[in-house]
């Protein structure tokens, strides 16, 4: 079975932080994407990647940055959190061809107070 | 722009069926995905359709018609498990997919 892991289940930080989101998968999957997820607006897609030291921005880049120095590993990074960024953040990695499910970990709720 | 619609909420019986449509306005469609997810856990896929019609998998059905920008997902012989929020995504070029903002499924005994 796949599987993706995120660093932390739950997360506080405060306003002005750099945070740091951590997620692997142990498929070798090409694919690997972050999204946020917050009530009513479904899954928004922050960033993705498609191979190593690649990115792709997605829906809602601002505020946030991506490091793909591995494949198996994905990172994301709250350049200076503020209260806004309060979220679930789900991170999900999928092969490359077109008709491939994404895989999702069980996210991060990360607080920013 | 690009949106995905889909009811924010359903409601139904044990054993009873249910239809989730997902109606899509996308640039460079190349399927439409289903994802289930329970209250505080990870979504899981579903299914695919990537062609015109109905795809079968167990309970569950999904249809597609590309001509009407229009999908849907079919639980049948519904059980108190399924209770869940359920998303149609838009696959498209580059393997980004674009989410709805899901439907919330109560299934009451």
């Known amino acids: 079975d796949v599987k993706v892991t995120q660093s932390s289940r739950y997360l506080v930080k405060r306003t002005g932080e750099k945070v740091f989101l951590e997620c692997v998968q142990d498929?070798?999957?090409?694919?690997m994407f972050w999204y946020r997820q917050d009530p009513g607006l479904g899954l928004r897609l922050i960033y993705f990647?498609?191979?190593?030291?690649?990115?792709e921005k997605g829906d809602i880049p601002e505020g946030y940055s991506v490091s793909r120095e591995k494949k198996e590993r994905f990172s994301l990074i709250l350049e200076s959190a503020s209260t806004n960024q309060t979220s679930m953040y789900l991170c999900?990695?999928?092969?490359?061809?077109?008709?491939?499910?994404?895989?999702f970990g069980d996210g991060t709720r990360l607080s920013i107070l | 722009g690009q949106s995905l619609e889909q009811p924010s909420e359903v409601t139904a019986v044990e054993g009873a069926i249910v239809q989730i449509n997902c109606t899509y306005q996308?640039?460079?469609?190349?399927?439409l995905s289903w994802y289930q997810q329970h209250d505080g856990g990870a979504p899981t896929f579903l299914s695919y359709?990537?062609?015109?019609g109905l795809e079968e998998t167990g309970r569950f059905s999904s249809f597609l018609s590309r001509s009407d920008s229009y999908g849907y997902l079919l639980l049948q012989e519904l059980q108190m498990k399924d209770s869940a929020s359920y998303f149609c995504?838009?696959?498209?070029?580059?393997?980004?997919?674009?989410f709805g903002k899901g439907t919330t499924l109560s299934v009451s005994s």
């Open positions: 999900a990695s999928s092969l490359v061809e077109d008709n491939q499910p994404q895989h």
């Open positions: 498929m070798d999957h090409e694919n």
């Open positions: 990647s498609y191979d190593v030291k690649m990115k």
């Open positions: 996308t640039s460079g469609f190349y399927g």
């Open positions: 359709n990537a062609l015109d």
């Open positions: 995504a838009v696959n498209q070029a580059g393997t980004a997919l674009i």
